[in-house]
């Protein structure tokens, strides 16, 4: 679905990634993990397009996206649930979903409907504000907002950092779900319990390259100590 090549990405004349190439198949979710600073958010705003590369491909099924901004891969199929989540604090959970049909000019009511059935919490709240919303809300708001475009490619950048344990098992069903329905997930999460849980494949990275990967059912106590614990 999703295929990686060779990805270069600096900042000003200070590399990050160095080489990075990852897959991610339809039906699956793939966990990047490493320690923090490694590349992980770089890696994903790279795949969206927020960030330019100077090497290296991107490509969705049989389409080459390596040169395309970021609106054209949002087109495409792919989608970002952001680190911090970046949700709008002063626009209620309803518009902040229909901001993602800003580009497009006209609202898939459906679609926002949809997002908000997703987390049916957020349909309760559906008119309160976004900023009032609690981290774990603003969490599954993040992701509905991802998900009213239908990508076929959902990028996630640690969405159970500091989110309570409940929120946590409710994100991990919506993604096996939509795993199960052929999406394909790539998840960056620095939980290792959570990846164990509902993750199928691993790539860990390290100063920005990828040093470990496989099935998640390899992520041994020896490949933690070695790639992950602090
Ligand atoms: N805008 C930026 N300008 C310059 N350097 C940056 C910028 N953003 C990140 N970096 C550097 O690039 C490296 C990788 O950062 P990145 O945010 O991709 O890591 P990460 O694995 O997502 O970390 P975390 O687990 O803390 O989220 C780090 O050394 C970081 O300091
Ligand atoms: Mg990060």
């Known amino acids: 679905m999703l295929a990686i090549?060779?990805?270069?990405?600096?900042?000003?004349?200070?590399?990050?990634?160095h080489s990075v190439s990852l897959a991610a198949k339809a039906g699956e979710i793939t966990c990047v993990?490493?320690?923090?600073?490694?590349?992980?958010?770089?890696?994903l705003r790279s795949i969206m397009g927020q960030l330019r590369t100077k090497?290296?491909?991107?490509?969705?099924k049989d389409q080459d996206l390596s040169r395309a901004p970021a609106h054209l891969r949002a087109r495409a199929g792919i989608a970002l649930v952001p680190q911090g989540r970046e949700i709008f604090p002063k626009l209620t959970v309803r518009e902040n979903l229909?901001?993602?049909?800003?580009?497009?000019?006209?609202?898939?009511?459906?679609?926002?409907?949809a997002g908000m059935t997703m987390f049916p919490i957020l349909k309760e709240f559906a008119k309160r504000n976004g900023g009032?919303?609690?981290?774990?809300?603003?969490?599954?708001?993040?992701i509905a907002r991802a998900?009213?475009?239908?990508?076929?490619?959902?990028?996630?950048?640690?969405?159970?950092?500091?989110?309570?344990?409940?929120i946590i098992e409710e994100i991990g069903r919506v993604l096996q779900r939509l795993a199960g329905e052929g999406m394909a997930i790539v998840l960056v999460e620095q939980y290792l319990e959570f990846v164990?849980?509902?993750?199928?494949?691993?790539a860990i990275m390290d100063r920005g390259a990828i040093v470990a990967e496989g099935g998640t059912d390899g992520?041994?106590?020896?490949?933690?100590?070695?790639?992950?614990?602090v």
């Not at 009032?132 to 708001?141: A, K, P, T």
């Open 5 to 17: 090549d060779g990805m270069v990405t600096a900042y000003g004349s200070v590399e990050v990634l």
């Open 196 to 202: 164990k849980a509902i993750g199928h494949r691993f």
């Open 132 to 142: 009032d919303l609690s981290g774990g809300q603003q969490q599954q708001l993040a």
């Open 219 to 229: 992520l041994t106590p020896e490949v933690v100590g070695k790639w992950l614990s």
């Open 98 to 113: 229909e901001i993602a049909f800003s580009a497009r000019g006209s609202i898939d009511q459906a679609a926002v409907e």
């Open 33 to 43: 993990m490493g320690r923090n600073g490694v590349g992980k958010t770089t890696l």
């Open 55 to 60: 090497a290296g491909s991107v490509r969705l």
């Open 147 to 166: 998900l009213v475009g239908k990508p076929s490619v959902l990028l996630l950048d640690e969405p159970t950092e500091g989110i309570q344990p409940n």
